[in-house]
């Protein structure tokens, strides 16, 4: 599973394929077409994806159908899918208790605990600090790999480590810190 992921969203606009060409080799990327505008947008899924390809990156994608993708991201409009995906990784965001018992019950490979610290994607809202992301981690971390986001970068991402974080994503943290 990889160690640093990419949560694509509209702010990157088309730098989306260069960041995923300048990620680490075999990093994760997760494409949300809810959160790219709307023209062109399925061109620059292809661009991506082409990006990844070649780095050997994992990618998910949030639909329904993860067809070209190594699984699904049940975010956006796939939060509640009923079946969780026969083939492939699936992942899902984790706010609080209650989506980390769904993320349980569900069985996926890997949770996106956010946000840790404030972010930009979310302006405003409450973070879950260190304490808060630990509490969530530790319930989850048996059974599947506890991925932070929310204001990081793989510099911040290592305070996380000793409080069960298997890895990091960012949106905005890959443009500023890549590494």
Known sequence: MPFCWLMTDRRLGSAMPRIVAAMPPRSGVIVRPYAMEADGRAALI???????????????????????????????????????????????????????????????????????????????????GVRGFARLAARLRKDTHVIALGGMTARSHRTLRRHGANGWAAIDGWQVDPA
């Open 46 to 128: 292809r661009s991506i994806r082409r990006a990844g390809r070649a780095k050997r990156h994992v990618l998910l994608i949030a639909d329904a159908r993860a067809a070209g993708f190594d699984g699904r991201h049940r975010g956006g409009a796939v939060t509640r899918l009923p079946q969780p995906c026969r083939n492939g990784i699936e992942s899902m965001p984790v706010h609080d208790e209650r989506q980390a018992a769904r993320a349980l019950r569900t069985k996926v490979s890997l949770c996106l605990i956010s946000p840790v610290w404030a972010t930009r994607s979310h302006p405003g809202a409450v973070t879950l």
